[in-house]
């Protein structure tokens, strides 16, 4: 017996609570094939697609399945249901990367919802809202590479207004007495307080965050609660409490059994401690990292372990093993691509180099090396000046390489040079100056002398290459032209063409067009399909949605475009990565060291 839409919507349901995404879509997909004429379970099975394609990652497929939600709601006039599907479609247009379009959806979702008096509908909307705020201005700060609190006013701005959706947010879902809104609320008050510089604002939200995840037994909570706090104190300076953070996240980790996080947390402890100078607990950290990375072929974490392995090592006086993990880090920076990488290697292994005293010797081996080439370009010159005692009495040199063979000259063309030449040749004749008798050889204004009918014939020799050139490329260009026909051709043969040619553009434009159901799934009412056909697109909508539509429809030209190739994983390496930090710490003691020079120093005037 044929299972019906509703028997494969529940079981798909039942599998999305599961975990089970991947086989919960083949149950709700199938339900769609049977269709249905209850809209308000087609409502459901649409956006219970849509999230489970979203947890899948198939995001374009989720925005389908989301949009298709949000027209059967507005063509049934179902509030409640458009801004849900308003909502989700926020989202995923967040994740895409569409933020601006995503902030028309959530904004859609609120208004809605404060119409319907909506409480909880109103606190989702305000933490997608922010949700969307700060990942805009977190990928803004990424392009431009700052350091937390160094950001730009455009970049600023957005965390700004993000801290104050989730502020809001906060206050609702704590007058709700949600706890479990309140941590997430209190967790990315923390992330956004940390991007703007605000690190002992971040400490306290993370503090509540983290007893929350407590109270709930929310463990991978917990480890990102630990792990932000850690962060937060490194940029205090207060690098014994951020180890000690960083200790318990490790420990969350491994009762987890996430390798990668355990990675990550040894990565952190390990430049933790070598910001703190202690150099053998850096190392055994390090290690560790390294040993993971290698399992996971995470081959970025790799040379991070392996830089900071370098540096570790350096500190400590141990060149040899500095020597090898630098080489190593050149080398997969160079795999990789990572060409920060692998000038920071460069400039270590010269370091390095230096102090073992490898240098000198490669300095030899390229000098060695220079001089061999410096005698082997001079075994390709062609001519030979003479110094100025000598250009007087000079005789004509034989070139130091054979002659080129002699070429049919039947064809004589005649060339600047041959005109210079020939100038030069009288010049030389009216001030005394010799010629030899075949007239070939002429003397230069240096006194030296050239074969001149070595340089007519490779002047032929380049005319001939030249023109042969022009005539193949003519050839070419004559190839990609379009003929059609004789002269002779009449008017009814051109219509025939002109009438093929608007026939293949026009089957290239309706291949283009979209050729899907208007609400994939619906059974009868047919009142719903003529006002869908009618309005083009369910009710008529108002302005912001409209615009919402055509902004949406404009960001598919540059979803076309080419991009360039994304950073390669690195799974065991933290987002906050310390490469960058570590070299602003470093930086900055390098700074304090610093002394003005005598003649910098201010004046200083003698009272009297």
């Not at 249905?36 to 219970?48: C, E, F, G, H, K």
């Not at 605000?198 to 983290?210: P, T, V």
Request: some cysteine.
């Amino acid at each position: 017996m044929e299972a019906s839409c509703m028997e494969l919507a529940l079981e798909g349901e039942r599998l999305c609570k599961t975990g089970n995404c991947r086989e919960a879509v083949r149950y709700l997909e199938a339900a769609v094939r049977v269709g249905t004429d209850d809209l308000q379970t087609l409502s459901a099975i649409y956006s219970q697609l849509g999230n489970a394609y979203f947890y899948l990652q198939d995001y374009l497929k989720a925005l389908t399945y989301h949009k298709h939600d949000l027209t059967l709601a507005r063509s049934i006039e179902d509030r409640l249901g458009e801004a849900k599907a308003s909502g989700n479609i926020g989202n995923t247009l967040k994740v895409l990367g569409k933020y601006d379009e995503a902030i028309l959806c959530c904004q859609k979702h609120l208004e809605i919802s404060k119409e319907l008096r909506d409480t909880v509908g109103e606190a989702r909307a305000l933490y997608n809202l922010g949700n969307v705020y700060h990942a805009k201005g977190k990928s803004a700060g990424k392009a431009g590479h700052q350091e937390p609190g160094d950001f730009p006013e455009t970049v600023t701005s957005c965390l700004k207004q993000a801290i104050v959706y989730y502020e809001t947010n906060l206050q609702i879902v704590r007058e709700l007495n949600d706890r479990a809104a309140q941590g997430r609320a209190c967790g990315n008050l923390g992330n956004t307080h940390y991007l703007l510089g605000n690190f002992d604002l971040a400490i306290k939200y993370h503090e509540e965050r983290l007893s929350i995840a407590k109270e709930f037994g929310d463990k991978p909570a917990e480890r990102r609660a630990y792990s932000n706090l850690g962060n937060s104190h490194v940029f205090l300076g207060d690098f014994g409490a951020a180890a000690e953070y960083y200790k318990k996240t490790l420990d969350v980790a491994r009762q987890l059994r996430d390798v990668a996080m355990e990675a990550q947390a040894c990565y952190s402890l390990g430049n933790t401690y070598t910001l703190m100078r202690e150099y053998e607990a850096a190392i055994e950290y390090h290690v560790k990292h390294l040993k993971i990375a290698q399992q996971l072929q995470d081959r970025v974490g790799e040379g991070r372990a392996c830089w900071s392995l370098g540096n570790a090592h350096a500190a400590l006086a141990h060149h040899e093993k500095a020597l090898h993990y630098a080489t190593l880090h050149f080398q997969i920076s160079r795999e990789v691509g990572d060409r920060t990488g692998e000038v920071t290697a460069q400039m270590n292994l010269v370091d390095l180099q230096t102090v073992l005293g490898l240098s000198k010797k490669g300095d030899e081996d390229r000098q060695g090396r220079d001089a061999r080439s410096r005698r082997k370009s001079m075994e390709n010159l062609e001519f030979m000046s003479l110094t100025p005692e000598k250009q007087n009495g000079a005789t004509a040199h034989q070139p130091l390489v054979k002659p080129l063979k002699p070429v049919n000259k039947n064809k004589k063309k005649t060339s600047s040079k041959e005109k210079l030449s020939r100038k030069g040749s009288d010049t030389s004749s009216d001030s005394g100056g010799s010629a030899n008798s075949a007239g070939s050889n002429r003397a230069t204004s240096n006194g030296v002398k050239l074969d001149t009918s070595q340089l007519d014939e490779d002047d032929q020799v380049q005319n001939d290459f030249f023109d042969a050139i022009s005539r193949f490329q003519e050839k070419r260009i004559n190839d990609q032209r379009v003929s059609f026909g004789s002269d002779d051709m009449d008017a009814a043969n051109k219509e025939d063409l002109l009438d093929k040619i608007a026939n293949f553009q026009g089957k290239r434009l309706n291949e283009q067009r979209a050729n899907v159901e208007l609400l994939p799934g619906l059974r009868g009412h047919r009142e719903v399909v003529d006002r869908l056909l009618a309005s083009g697109d369910g009710a008529v909508p108002d302005d912001d949605f409209f615009e919402m539509l055509m902004r949406c429809q404009g960001a598919r030209m540059e979803d076309q475009r080419s991009s360039f190739p994304a950073s390669r994983p690195a799974p065991t390496v933290p987002d906050e990565d310390f490469f960058g930090l570590i070299q602003r710490i470093q930086s900055r003691r390098i700074e304090e060291q610093r002394t003005d020079a005598p003649w910098e120093r201010p004046a200083k005037t003698r009272e009297v």
